[in-house]
């Protein structure tokens, strides 16, 4: 059963970027294309992007500006770059595996971000 | 984007009740629409994707169904372990949106 562990900062000042990783454990990378949502604090799931094992991402265009989505396959892992956050980035962050038309099947255990001066 | 609406926003009901829960999309999205729930502190877990087919290892009493715009999930028989949030998603076009969640709680 594949299974995604995730790490990254989690408290930031605005406009610092936010980076996070996300590694693929017993499973396989290739083949499937890998997804990072949002949750605000008490809301619902916003969808930021996905990325395939050869780079190629898609994002939403709400955040197309500051979201980079990057792969790295000789790890099994992918990041998400989120560039100028303000304190409307606050959010539990998870990483799925997902997208393409696939559902998120699999999902990280979620990373708290606070962003406050 | 492609907006999507459950209802109701929360719901209480007591154990062995019948649950429906409706989710409706602003244009015809086939039968591209997956089901989560979320229990509180944890990440989401797929239930049902495309409309009306069961994850594996996911309780027989979920069942989903509907198409083109209009979707409902249902739980057939309420167990406690069932309380939570569930929320739509719809994979038609990009960017994939969630309709705003369910929140089911106990009577």
């Known amino acids: 059963q594949v299974q995604l562990q995730q790490w990254g900062a989690g408290l930031l000042k605005p406009s610092e970027p936010l980076s996070l990783t996300c590694a693929v454990y017993?499973?396989?990378?290739?083949?499937?294309?890998w997804s990072w949502i949002r949750q605000p604090p008490g809301k619902g799931l916003e969808w930021i992007g996905e990325?395939?094992?050869?780079?190629?991402?898609n994002y939403n265009p709400s955040f197309k500006s500051r979201v980079t989505l990057l792969v790295d396959t000789s790890k099994k892992q992918v990041s998400l770059k989120l560039r100028f956050v303000t304190a409307a980035d606050t959010a539990v962050y998870y990483c799925a595996k997902g997208g393409a038309h696939d559902p998120f099947e699999v999902w990280g255990q979620g990373t708290v971000v606070t962003v406050s001066s | 984007d492609i907006q999507m609406t459950q209802s109701p926003s929360s719901l209480s009901a007591s154990v062995g009740d019948r649950v429906t829960i409706t989710c409706q999309a602003n244009?015809?999205?086939?039968?591209?629409l997956n089901w989560y729930q979320q229990k509180p502190g944890q990440a989401p877990k797929f239930l049902i994707y495309a409309a009306s087919n069961l994850e594996t290892g996911v309780p027989s009493r979920f069942s989903g169904s509907g198409s083109g715009a209009h979707f409902t999930l249902t739980i057939s028989s309420l167990q406690p372990e069932d309380i939570g949030t569930y929320y739509c998603?719809?994979?038609?076009?990009?960017?994939?949106?969630f309709g705003q969640g369910t929140k089911l709680e106990l009577k």
């Open positions: 998603q719809q994979y038609d076009n990009l960017p994939y949106t």
């Open positions: 244009q015809d999205i086939t039968n591209y």
């Open positions: 017993n499973g396989s990378f290739n083949n499937y294309y």
């Open positions: 990325i395939n094992h050869r780079g190629s991402p």
